[in-house]
T-cell receptor, first 114, second 110 residues
């Protein structure tokens, strides 16, 4: 079974621009979670979607948003990019509806903001 | 106080030894606990999950959970140089929300 895929793998943007990242979960998985990883803050939860509904959200500004499509694919968007948004953005998928399901990570998108 | 705490390391062990990685968490209501391994430049890879007090073994890996002490550990037996990585402890904090520790860097030297 194919794993979680993320596109693009690398991205360079300038301050003030916006960016959209894409995530395709493992086949049959309906939950997608997004995380930001930086050297200073580590891995931090952004939000989670299940059946096109956002069920959980982390402590990030409104510039960070996401959505999920009916085929479980998910996108996240960051508007008005700041230098501090440079990070590895990871998505993870899980299979069941419950709150404690195992999450499997994709390879990540490395975003650099200049 | 951070929600999930780990020693940052590096933890250096000789090849063939047992590596012991520790993690404490603050939310007594947490139900699920995970250990992920992350090689430099790569994404986290699941090693173990544990939900009940006690030990859970999978090959060379043993996870231990003590909810009363709010403590999770990972033992790696017969450590190999390929085990050198950062090990992340994660605790659930709501719908598929994982709260991660900062990670412990493990270095296994021949």
């Amino acid at each position: 079974k194919a794993g979680v895929t993320q596109t693009p793998r690398y991205l360079i943007k300038t301050r003030g621009q916006q960016v959209t990242l894409s995530c395709s979960p493992i086949s049959g998985h309906r939950s997608v979670s997004w995380y930001q990883q930086t050297p200073g803050q580590g891995l931090q939860f952004l939000f989670e979607y299940f059946s096109e509904t956002q069920r959980n959200k982390g402590n990030f500004p409104g510039r960070f948003s996401g959505r999920q499509f009916s085929n479980s694919r998910s996108e996240m968007n960051v508007s008005t990019l700041e230098l501090g948004d440079s990070a590895l953005y990871l998505c993870a998928s899980s299979q069941r509806r419950g709150a404690t399901d195992t999450q499997y990570f994709g390879p990540g998108t490395r975003l650099t903001v200049l | 106080q951070k929600e999930v705490e780990q020693n940052s390391g590096p933890l250096s062990v000789p090849e063939g030894a047992i590596a012991s990685l520790n993690c404490t968490y603050s939310d007594r209501g947490s139900q699920s606990f995970f250990w992920y391994r992350q090689y430099s430049g790569k994404s986290p890879e699941l090693i173990m999950s544990i939900y009940s007090n006690g030990d859970k073994e999978d090959g060379r890996f043993t996870a231990q959970l003590n909810k009363a002490s709010q403590y999770v550990s990972l033992l790696i037996r017969d450590s190999q140089p390929s085990d050198s990585a950062t090990y992340l402890c994660a605790v659930t904090g709501g719908y598929n929300k994982l709260i991660f520790g900062a990670g412990t860097r493990l270095a296994v030297h021949p």
